[in-house]
């Protein structure tokens, strides 16, 4: 599942990032978004994890303070809804 945290600085340092959020699971993979407002990223943290831990690590971190900045987090919903 994907994690959706904002919040960060644009200079989050994404290996670290990455170190942190193993801690919930293994990271399969980070995607910064600087379009927008690059001063106020967004990253996408896919982790190894259903649905129901990644909500858990979510609600967990989401609100947290980390690098002098409060994280927000929430699940990237899967698109579409296969029959």
Known sequence: MKLILSGLSPQTDLESLGERMGH???VLGIEP???GDP???WFIV?????AGAA???ARRIDGIYFNDRFIHAS???????GS
């Open 24 to 26: 919930f699971g293994p």
């Open 46 to 50: 896919e982790l190894d994890l259903p």
């Open 39 to 41: 001063e106020r990223p």
């Open 75 to 81: 699940v990237m919903l899967p698109m579409g809804g």
């Open 55 to 57: 909500t858990e690590v």
């Open 33 to 35: 978004v600087y379009e």
